[in-house]
């Protein structure tokens, strides 16, 4: 039976040139940690050589598992095929272009006894292009005024979520910009955590201006729409 209680998703669309450092840094931090940790690949449709490294990285270790989609979906729908996929208490979600590092998870895991999200916070260390860093912080005050989750950095790739939460969420595109406000509908509590951010060193970064802030604004929308018809219900006692 397995003892594993949280499973990491990695998300990857075209990051042939970072995956086997990914390998490297959690087989490393996997054998530093008191949690018992497995990881689960989503290959979005690449195009590139990531499917046969990925492949190649799960036949080496025991607690690297893959979904391999037929065509790209986006990053929403591989969080989602992640959350479907995830059977441990815990479901983790980290880039696989490493800006953030597993390491920090341990940062997040001290409060998931209390919390059901907790996500890293990149606010105070960013190591983007002005352009970059700008348009988030422009995307994540409007996302905020729409949906008071007191969050200031909801685009960070490093966070924790009780599975049995995350299962829950009904993702659209674009939804994974607003993953502790789903968990706020579900009357959970979330926390946000200072992490550390690193620059991409591979690779190349899949969002541009437009979709940064653009996008964001569209899906306040439909997360209004989302809001106003979500439902939700505690139950207080049943015979069956």
Known sequence: MENYNLTVIVPVYNEAENLHRVAEEFTAYIEKTKHNIKLLFINDGSKDESLSIIKSLCAQNDVFDYVNFKYNCGLSAAIKAGFDHVTTELTGYIDADLQTHPEDFELLLEYVSTYDLV???????????????????????????????GMDDTGCPLKVIKTSYAKRIP???GLH??????????????????????????GQAK??????????????????????????YEVESKSC
């Open 207 to 232: 969002f541009g201006l437009m979709n940064r802030l653009l996008g964001p604004l569209m899906d306040c929308f439909a997360y209004l729409w989302m809001k106003k018809k979500y439902i939700t």
């Open 171 to 173: 993702m659209f595109k």
């Open 177 to 202: 910009r607003f993953l502790p406000a789903m968990i706020l509908l579900q009357k959970g509590k979330i926390k946000q955590v200072d992490v550390r951010h690193f620059p991409r060193i591979a």
């Open 119 to 149: 996500t890293g916070n990149r606010s105070n260390n960013r190591k983007d292009t002005f352009v970059k860093n700008m348009s988030s912080t422009i995307a994540n005050s409007i996302r905020r005024a729409f949906t008071n989750d």
